[in-house]
């Protein structure tokens, strides 16, 4: 039975530490990216995001929420700066629901890594308009930044951006979602 809505949380975090619905431990548990997710909705936040774009590459089967992508693709070195200066002026929560994935770090930088290597350009580009939404915080000034908003306005794509919210998932990211999905 296809589900509404499935879940793909962003590095090293978990599904019941941001939402209650259904979704995908992938930093927890080994899952193939090409396996076919029977949802008519895939919310994917921040590296989800790029995982769920994967997996909709393979598979083109459901409709996608992207909260922050990767995107555009960089060099490794870049986003590592851009993520010491998001921990120095947003900073990560660590709750104790997140921390159940440090057991998996080292699969889990090694995963980090794989993705950073995909563009998520050219796979935004083959999917149906009407398939797609993008959401950014106004001041993620290091994942989902101004430039990135910008392409995403030039390919003519549904882009939401949501004021006095940066890169960490909260309360009306939450919302959002749940209006668009829930009509």
Same mark, same amino acid.
Request: aromatic fraction near 10%; charged fraction near 30%.
């Given at each position: 039975?296809?589900? %509404? $809505?499935?879940?793909?949380?962003? *590095? ?6 941001? !939402?209650?619905? &259904?979704? #995908?431990?992938?930093?927890? +548990?080994?899952?193939? /990216? ?5 949802? +008519?909705?895939? !919310? ?8 769920? =774009?994967?997996? *909709?590459? @393979? ?6 929420? #992207?909260?922050?992508? =990767? ?13 010491? @200066? ?6 990560? @929560? ?8 440090? &057991?998996?770090?080292?699969?889990? /930088? ?9 563009? &998520? =350009? ?9 398939? #797609? $939404?993008?959401?950014?915080? %106004? ?7 101004? +430039?990135?908003?910008?392409? /995403? ?6 882009? /939401?951006? #949501?004021?006095? !919210?940066?890169?960490?998932?909260? +309360? ?12």
């Amino acid at each position: 039975m296809k589900k %509404k $809505i499935i879940f793909i949380p962003g *590095w090293m975090d978990t599904v019941e530490n941001l !939402v209650n619905w &259904p979704g #995908l431990d992938i930093w927890k +548990e080994k899952i193939d /990216i090409n396996q076919k997710i029977d949802a +008519e909705y895939i !919310v994917g936040y921040s590296t989800g995001a790029n995982w769920a =774009l994967l997996n *909709w590459k @393979k598979n083109k089967n459901s409709k996608l929420i #992207l909260t922050m992508p =990767l995107a555009p693709k960089r060099k490794i070195s870049n986003w590592f700066l851009r993520w010491i @200066k998001h921990e120095i002026f947003e900073r990560s @929560k660590i709750t104790k629901k997140r921390s159940r994935c440090f &057991p998996y770090i080292f699969r889990g /930088i090694i995963n980090l890594i794989k993705l950073m290597q995909v563009d &998520p =350009l050219p796979i935004i580009d083959e999917i149906p308009k009407d398939d #797609l $939404i993008i959401i950014r915080g %106004k001041n993620d000034n290091h994942f989902f930044d101004n +430039e990135a908003a910008e392409i /995403i306005k030039e390919k003519k794509i549904q882009l /939401i951006e #949501l004021g006095k !919210v940066g890169h960490n998932w909260n +309360e009306k990211i939450f919302l959002e979602i749940e209006k668009i999905v829930n009509g």
